[in-house]
């Protein structure tokens, strides 16, 4: 099980200040929602824990650790609210999946076919892991429906084994009819492979079906941070309140638990 903690995270495009001075810990194995209005800075947040922001300022640490990038793989991973634009159109899925997988899955000194049918062998159980039909490897990404993608992007994500995995609207370009079935894969994986989880979201009824702690950005400021069911029924920051009385209800998450 792992941990991230950001300390005084500042992202500036230009002189344009996105993100200021965030701290923010997620705690072991557990889920954090980022809400709050669109522009808030969630998205860059969440790019600056990868290093795909122009951080300024401040740390990103992995179980108390910088989150410096292992043999060229990083500990923490991010999947994209647009699964058409985070898959390689020319690339099939199985190959996706297996340039996530870090080296070493067998020996180097392994004989190549035997390599490479460890590295299928890896491939089919990270498709499998996220309900897709190994047998569906060969296909472009074009041949898959969103949801499918959706889903193949969280197994290229969680093939590189992330300690820490940030999720950016990743169901909001889909289908309302297969958003509760990719949210609750990815509730079931996080239980089961504990990494911790940056779920960044619009939607506070799925944030209180998927987080135990929920953290609210206005203005690229953290304006509070707490406990899911503190935070949703006794608010303190008048962002948070906002955000809340948006929701004529938040019945979506009685229904999908
Ligand atoms: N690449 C960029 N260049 C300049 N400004 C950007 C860039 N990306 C985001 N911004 C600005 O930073 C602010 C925060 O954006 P973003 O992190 O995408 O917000 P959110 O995800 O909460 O909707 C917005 O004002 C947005 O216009
Ligand atoms: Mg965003």
């Known amino acids: 099980m792992s941990s991230l903690e950001l300390r005084g995270?500042?992202?500036?495009?230009?002189?344009?200040?996105?993100?200021?001075?965030?701290?923010?810990l997620v705690p072991e194995g557990t889920v954090t929602g980022l809400v709050g209005g669109s522009g808030s800075g969630k998205s860059t947040l969440g790019k600056a824990v990868v290093g795909l922001a122009p951080t300024r300022s401040g740390r990103v640490l992995v179980d108390g650790a910088d989150a410096a990038p292992r043999r060229g793989h990083s500990p923490v991973q991010l999947v994209f609210q647009n699964p058409y634009a985070s898959l390689d159109?020319?690339?099939?899925?199985?190959?996706?999946?297996?340039?996530?997988?870090?080296?070493?899955?067998?020996?180097?000194?392994?004989?190549?076919?035997?390599?490479?049918?460890a590295?299928?062998?890896?491939?089919?159980?990270?498709?499998?892991?996220?309900?897709?039909?190994?047998?569906?490897?060969?296909?472009?990404?074009?041949?898959?429906?969103?949801?499918?993608?959706q889903r193949v992007a969280l197994a290229r994500a969680l093939a590189a084994r992330p300690a820490v995995l940030i999720a950016d609207e990743i169901t909001s370009a889909l289908d309302v009819s297969v958003q509760g079935a990719v949210l609750n894969l990815l509730r079931r994986l996080q239980r089961e492979l504990g990494?911790?989880?940056?779920?960044?979201?619009?939607?506070?009824?799925?944030?209180?079906?998927?987080?135990?702690?929920?953290?609210?950005?206005?203005?690229?400021?953290?304006?509070?941070?707490?406990?899911?069911?503190?935070?949703?029924?006794?608010?303190?920051?008048?962002?948070?309140?906002?955000?809340?009385?948006?929701?004529?209800?938040?019945?979506?998450?009685?229904?999908?638990?």
């Open 89 to 117: 159109p020319r690339m099939s899925v199985g190959a996706s999946v297996a340039e996530a997988l870090p080296d070493g899955v067998s020996g180097r000194r392994t004989p190549a076919r035997e390599r490479r049918a």
């Open 195 to 257: 990494f911790a989880m940056l779920f960044i979201s619009h939607n506070l009824a799925v944030v209180r079906y998927l987080c135990d702690q929920v953290a609210v950005m206005d203005g690229g400021h953290l304006v509070e941070c707490g406990p899911t069911d503190r935070v949703l029924e006794r608010p303190e920051h008048p962002t948070t309140r906002n955000l809340i009385s948006c929701v004529p209800t938040l019945a979506l998450a009685e229904e999908a638990s």
């Open 9 to 24: 995270i500042t992202v500036r495009y230009g002189r344009f200040t996105a993100v200021e001075n965030v701290d923010l």
């Open 119 to 149: 590295r299928d062998a890896e491939v089919a159980r990270f498709l499998e892991l996220v309900g897709i039909d190994p047998a569906r490897a060969v296909l472009t990404p074009d041949a898959l429906s969103g949801g499918q993608r």
